[in-house]
């Protein structure tokens, strides 16, 4: 496929290094190594991400776009889906009119469109800059299907006054530093059928001992019989909730209370003052009751068929921030 002097076609071996490359200096989030690389893209649960690059005359590389194997739940169903991620273009193509149908992220999203397709994929989910959302709310201006679209604000909660209203002296429940586990996957099958889920990223084992791999895992336990009410998932970089699964909204409320004072209690050192939480129509049920306060970041979120079918409502979907 060639648009405006430019090639856009799937990734080969042999483009590693050039990409390594157009990381370091055109991505805005910094050079990633050869074995990240892999790890990220390569050698996911689910398989090779389908890589789109866009080559100039020259034959070189200017671009990608990462299209990452996932599985969505949806009503019930696991179906084929893919994450749209990690949007790449030299600065020397950055002054390019984003309004042009022939822009290359429109491009590099149109053929990967068509892999998709091609490849019976059901949906595809990104979660954008914010400076991109008005340019996918456009999309069927550059050959695109329509998106559904939201964006969601960002919440804090003071770790303080949260230790303060929620433990007791006394507590059948105890909270311990987590390792991934295959009895995580049956609390998330159970908590998708009590909650009820009706549309999300399907969360196996090995998914979530492959995408959580950076984060402080916190499970909440009953002390006399073992018994695991939840789990807690914290990027600490950015004090980020990324997940949390349990049996039921209630036992998932209380997971977080409890995370929330075990964090206070030992990781002050760490500068940990607040939590953060993407503020979906789940993450109001879980903070009911709990102080918090709005903070400057915003989350971008859209789906889309590539076969141009109906996609659900995002009112409908359990969401969590980096899936």
């Known amino acids: 496929m060639q648009v405006a002097s430019l090639t856009y ?35 996911t649960p689910t398989g090779p991400c389908t890589i789109i690059v866009a080559e100039n005359e020259e034959g070189e590389i200017i671009g990608q776009l990462v299209f990452r194997p996932t599985k969505i739940l949806m009503r019930g169903k696991e179906v084929d889906g893919y994450r749209a991620m990690a949007p790449i273009l030299n600065d020397c193509y950055r002054e390019t009119d984003i309004k042009n149908y022939n822009h290359p992220i429109f491009a590099m999203f149109r053929f990967g469109i068509e892999q998709a397709a091609n490849r019976q994929i059901d949906i595809i989910f990104s979660f954008p800059s914010i400076g991109w959302v008005a340019g996918v709310k456009t999309f069927p201006r550059y050959g695109l299907p329509k998106a559904e679209v939201s964006i969601f604000d960002c919440i804090g909660i003071d770790l303080k006054k949260t230790f303060a209203l929620v433990v007791p002296e006394k507590n059948d429940w105890q909270v311990r530093v987590g390792k991934f586990s295959p009895v995580y996957e049956t609390l998330w099958n159970k908590f998708v059928l009590n909650f009820p889920v009706n549309y999300a990223v399907s969360r196996s084992a090995i998914w979530h001992s492959w995408r959580r791999m950076d984060t402080l895992i916190l499970e909440v336990y009953n002390r006399e019989t073992a018994k695991l009410k939840g789990v807690f998932f914290i990027k600490k970089e950015t004090n980020l909730m990324v997940d949390i699964i349990a049996e039921t909204l209630e036992d998932a409320k209380q997971t977080l209370r409890l995370a929330a004072c075990w964090i206070y209690q030992n990781h002050t050192d760490d500068n940990i003052s607040e939590l953060k939480l993407m503020h979906t129509p789940f993450a109001e049920q879980l903070v009911q009751g709990i102080p918090n306060y709005p903070v400057n970041f915003r989350f971008g979120f859209f789906c889309l068929s590539p076969q141009n079918k109906a996609v659900p409502p995002i009112k409908e979907w359990f969401i969590m921030p980096n899936e």
């Open 9 to 43: 076609r799937l990734y080969k071996d042999k483009d590693l290094i050039e990409i390594l490359v157009l990381w370091e200096k055109n991505s805005g989030w910094g050079g990633i190594t050869e074995a990240e690389f892999y790890d990220w893209f390569i050698n």
